[in-house]
């Protein structure tokens, strides 16, 4: 049974308050009978035992939304979450330090009978790692909630976001950056804070191109907000890098998942919010 936007939106910020509210009985009420958190099949007394222990474990203070994207006709919300941690035990390998960090997760939540019945998630690891072993580094919040919206007639249909999208990744696989990047980003992007000409995203791009030569883009998820002209995306980039890039094996095929946030003026694509999952990928190169 298909439930509307609206009920969606319902359930997820009542799921959130008996997280921050510690109402665990009252937190299963929203969970389906099987429940896939990540690579974990979970009953709703399971993932409320879940949630308990690493919560406990990394010290989670109140849980904020900055944005929420909703897909009605798939049941499914795609969110940006932050919150203070203080981890009490090794957290991505790093001893804890007592220093309060900055945790940002980025997920795909799936609802069946509207509750949650799957859930996909990346957190800020490579972030977090940076803010535990650096004493001079301090995380800023870039909050998708603070980006300005686009107003005016150039403002695109759902249909046209996606068709931006699409073609902004197909020119990506297809190696059509010299020609037809500039089709789909604007002169100057801002990628996770960072403000880049096209020319040097561009090189970026060619960069993963070149280490990866047998480059692959699976949209696993995809979900549209036309009021907002934002596309969150849920990638599968695979391959086998032939140079090094991101700390990979040479010779081994990967499979990278990442969670991006695309904010879209004028029929380009202005401002990205992304987190790649690189433990992951380097995992992957483990399999036999």
């Known amino acids: 049974m298909s439930v509307s936007a609206a009920e969606l939106a319902s359930t997820h910020q009542a799921w959130l308050d008996c997280l921050n509210e510690k109402r665990w009985d009252d937190l299963q009420k929203y969970v389906n009978s099987k429940y896939i958190h990540g690579r974990q099949e979970l009953t709703p007394e399971g993932f409320v035992t879940h949630i308990q222990n690493v919560s406990a474990a990394i010290g989670v203070s109140t849980i904020h939304v900055d944005t929420m994207l909703i897909d009605e006709k798939n049941q499914c919300v795609a969110d940006i979450l932050y919150t203070k941690i203080n981890p009490t035990i090794p957290f991505l390998s790093p001893e804890p330090t007592g220093r309060e960090l900055m945790l940002r997760e980025f997920r795909f939540v799936w609802f069946k009978n509207g509750k949650f019945s799957k859930a996909t998630m990346l957190v800020n690891s490579d972030d977090l790692r940076k803010q535990m072993t650096d004493p001079d580094y301090h995380h800023e919040l870039d909050l998708v909630s603070e980006w300005p919206t686009p107003t005016g007639a150039s403002r695109l249909s759902k249909e046209e976001l996606e068709a931006v999208f699409r073609g902004y990744v197909d020119t990506a696989v297809a190696r059509r950056t010299d020609s037809d990047l500039a089709d789909y980003i604007h002169a100057e992007l801002t990628f996770n804070k960072n403000v880049l000409a096209l020319d040097d995203y561009r090189k970026g791009v ?83």
Do not use: C, N
């Open 206 to 288: 060619v960069d993963l191109q070149t280490a990866i030569p047998d480059l692959q883009v699976q949209v696993e998820a995809l979900v549209v907000q036309e009021e907002t002209q934002r596309v969150a995306a849920r990638l599968l980039i695979s391959g086998t890098p032939v140079a090094e890039w991101g700390g990979l094996a040479t010779g081994r095929a990967m499979v990278l998942p990442e969670h991006s946030l695309y904010q879209v003026v004028d029929g380009k694509i202005q401002q990205v919010f992304s987190i790649g999952d690189l433990d992951s990928a380097k995992q992957s190169q483990q399999q036999p």
